[in-house]
């Protein structure tokens, strides 16, 4: 994976110096000179680490770092001539990942580019799983259908089906709670914050919109199921 570096310095000899070097390492480098140009860099690339000069003109690069980390998970690393440990503190405080005082030696700070790059790429697939592992947790499949609770999409064989809230609701409650009754007042609290006036008479009318969308015989139902005397109950398979 070609990893994109971004390289933040107004002193034109060490900037060069930075992106020759990165680029033979196999990196793709962009470089800026201002934070102005950093912005720019940033709006219309996909960029994946930031070496920032902490002694720009014009901006400090402290209250840059802050910008840039309120903003993104983006890699910092704080290049600078100070050797303050104060500006690293606080650089760090800011949301810096890392910093390195000039002169500095290039292959430790490709080690400490590859590290944070290597830490943040990890990071990020574990953000990933857990993302498509809370998506799946909200797909629920049944017969011919396919109910994306987080995205409010219910679909029959890929042909999207339109829900009023109210009716998104319902299935939410039902769904939840497959092959199990739930009386009419249960429903009603799960969905009465999104009906006008509830009653018991509200269930009863959602479930047959539903039944109509969804039953290839509403009159005789396989997913609403009806349990007299109790409620209903979701027997989607």
């Known amino acids: 994976m070609s990893y994109h570096v971004l390289v933040v310095e107004d002193d034109l000899v060490i900037r060069s110096k930075l992106v020759g070097y990165f680029q033979n390492e196999g990196y793709q480098v962009s470089e800026a000179e201002s934070g102005e140009q950093m912005r720019d860099m940033l709006e219309n690339n996909a960029i994946d680490l930031v070496m920032l000069d902490i002694n720009l003109p014009g ?38 990942d890392d910093y390195v005082t000039k002169p500095f030696e290039l292959r430790e700070l490709l080690v400490r580019v590859k590290n944070l790059l290597w830490r943040i790429s990890t990071a990020r697939r574990g953000s990933q799983s857990q993302a498509k592992t809370k998506q799946d947790d909200n797909i629920v499949r049944f017969g011919d259908w396919t109910f994306d609770a987080q995205r409010r999409a219910l679909s029959r064989n890929g042909d999207p089906v339109k829900l009023t809230k109210a009716e998104y609701e319902l299935l939410v409650a039902l769904s939840s709670y497959p092959n199990q009754v739930l009386s009419r007042e249960r429903i009603l609290n799960m969905i009465s914050h999104r009906v006008d006036a509830p009653n018991d008479r509200t269930i009863d009318v959602l479930i047959r919109r539903m039944r109509a969308k969804m039953e290839y015989d509403p009159k005789n139902p396989q997913i609403f199921v009806t349990v007299h005397g109790e409620g209903y109950m979701f027997a989607g398979d």
């Open 59 to 96: 901006e400090d690069g402290l209250m840059l770092t802050r910008e840039l980390r309120s903003q993104s998970d983006i890699g910092i690393i704080l290049v600078t001539g100070r050797t303050d440990s104060i500006d690293k503190i606080v650089g760090l405080e800011m949301g810096a």
